[in-house]
């Protein structure tokens, strides 16, 4: 018998916002915002079609309970808590630790599940940590944010902007200079990163200023997750290639 499956970060970030909205109280089944957060939860593009079909997937009921899970392990809780789970103290600890990102980062995949545009995106390379356990931004703002960087046209109108200015095409990062290696075929070739989360930035239309050219090398790394952070600008790039000991060219 197929069972619902366990609840992803993204699920939890939504459900653990509604707790902290509460005062950390957990909210009951009839509650309007319960059965709200259920039927977005059904809608979340997380889950295979036969789980989210179980009569009893992400129901007002579970959605309550959960509320009840986050509630209760908050450690300023008196009572006895719920079992819960080991990702359900991550998320509280995470909205205790950085309450106002990881607010805004609910509010953002809210937004976007509300406006059909997150359901319209399929899975995307790097977007769950090796571990299971997604990082701030959420496995399904990562996705979205993959998913505008490869949009060709977006890197195109980036690179034509650089020439424009006389710059040259290559890392931000590194360095690495594809036509520099590879010669012709390299010509031109690069790839974009935005320089801000879409918790931070929301989803606006990508400006160009937003963007910076990177290396693949370099693209991976920056959307890899470690140690509860899957965002980084080429600053913060070229800062961990530092620390690990690595000469860097100037740019």
Not at 6 to 22: F, G, I, R, S
Not at 100 to 111: G, N, P, T, V
Request: proline share 4%; glycine share 8%.
């Amino acid at each position: 018998m197929l069972r619902s499956p366990a609840w992803t970060w993204d699920e939890l970030m939504l459900a653990c916002a509604l707790v902290v909205d509460n005062g950390w109280h957990e909210l009951r089944e009839g509650d309007r915002s319960v059965r709200e957060l259920s039927d977005l939860l059904r809608s979340l593009p997380v889950h295979h079609s036969e789980a989210r079909n179980l009569p009893g997937f992400r129901s007002a009921g579970s959605v309550s309970r959960k509320t009840t899970d986050l509630a209760t392990n908050h450690p300023g809780y008196r009572g006895r808590a719920t079992k819960g789970g080991r990702l359900d103290r991550v998320v509280i600890d995470a909205f205790l630790q950085q309450p106002d990102e990881m607010a805004k980062s609910a509010r953002a995949i809210e937004e976007g599940l509300r406006s059909g545009a997150l359901q319209q995106i399929p899975e995307q390379p790097e977007e769950v940590t090796e571990d299971g356990i997604t990082a701030l931004e959420g496995r399904l703002l990562a996705r979205w944010a993959i998913s505008r960087e490869r949009d060709a046209g977006l890197r195109a109108r980036k690179v034509k902007s650089v020439l424009a200015l006389g710059k040259p095409i290559r890392c931000e990062v590194c360095t690495f200079d594809f036509q520099r290696f590879y010669g012709e075929l390299g010509d031109g070739y690069i790839e974009v990163h935005h320089t801000l989360p879409l918790h931070v930035s929301g989803p606006r239309e990508t400006q160009l200023k937003d963007l910076s050219l990177v290396c693949s090398n370099c693209h991976r790394m920056c959307h890899r997750g470690h140690l509860g952070k899957s965002w980084r600008t080429p600053a913060d790039l070229r800062a961990e290639l530092q620390k690990a000991g690595q000469v860097l060219r100037t740019q």
